[in-house]
Nanobody, 123 residues
């Protein structure tokens, strides 16, 4: 059963912007921290940003100042606003629900991952 669905990926020129969204089931969204990961071809999946149920955010160094994660608790969605995109930001972006303990994000497995959305940054 698919419970996380990403959207908003596409092709953008370097320096451009994209906004990704992830719609989650209410049961997942209301009780979990949420995160965005990305995976480029041939590389490991990397954590991009996290947000707690209370709205506290943490970003990977490689996106700080350019990306913004947010959540809409009324719509059960988490978004990732990506500005000043670089070619190295190109990847499949995944939404995840998980937990944060002592400042570390722990992704839940299985149905707590979305199917991913492709982001291509190219001129």
């Amino acid at each position: 059963q698919v419970q996380l669905v990403e959207s908003g990926g596409g092709l953008v020129q370097p320096g451009g912007s994209l906004r990704l969204s992830c719609a989650a089931s209410r049961s997942i969204f209301s009780s979990n921290a949420m995160a965005w990961y990305r995976q480029a071809p041939g590389k490991q999946r990397k954590l991009v940003a996290t947000i707690t149920t209370g709205g506290r955010t943490v970003y990977a160094d490689f996106v700080k100042g350019r990306f913004t994660i947010s959540r809409d608790n009324a719509k059960n969605t988490v978004s990732l606003q990506m500005n000043s995109l670089k070619p190295e930001d190109a990847a499949v972006y995944y939404c995840n629900a998980g937990a944060i303990y002592s400042g570390t994000y722990y992704p839940r497995v299985g149905d707590y991952w979305g199917q991913g959305t492709q982001v291509t940054v190219s001129s």
